[in-house]
Nanobody, 115 residues
């Protein structure tokens, strides 16, 4: 079965950096696009970044130039490198795979940006 396991969240000061990881299993990872979403308290879940199977990337306007999504197909892992973090980046971050129109989610990892 499809499993997505996020890690790497935590508490960081404004201007700091974090790298999130998502370990995937149960499907042919290299053939599918992978995404990171986030959900802040009281807000809807929003797309943060996506990487295609060919490593084309797209980002939400709010994170362009600060976040970088990447993938390691040998390790079945997708990463989100987050830099210049702001308090408004505080949210639960979720890994996502869209496999034949079925959406799969990880359990989420909390990122808190605060001084």
């Amino acid at each position: 079965q499809v499993q997505l396991v996020e890690s790497g969240g935590g508490l960081v000061q404004p201007g700091g950096s974090l790298r999130l990881s998502c370990a995937a299993s149960g499907f042919i990872f290299r053939t599918y696009a992978m995404s990171w979403y986030r959900q802040a308290p009281g807000k809807e879940r929003e797309l943060v970044a996506r990487i295609s199977s060919l490593r084309n990337t797209e980002y939400a306007d709010s994170v362009k130039g600060r976040f970088t999504i990447s993938r390691d197909n040998a390790e079945n892992t997708v990463y989100l490198q987050m830099s210049s973090l702001k308090p408004e980046d505080t949210a639960v971050y979720y890994c996502n795979a869209n496999i034949w129109s079925n959406l799969y989610w990880g359990q989420g990892t909390q990122v808190t940006v605060s001084s």
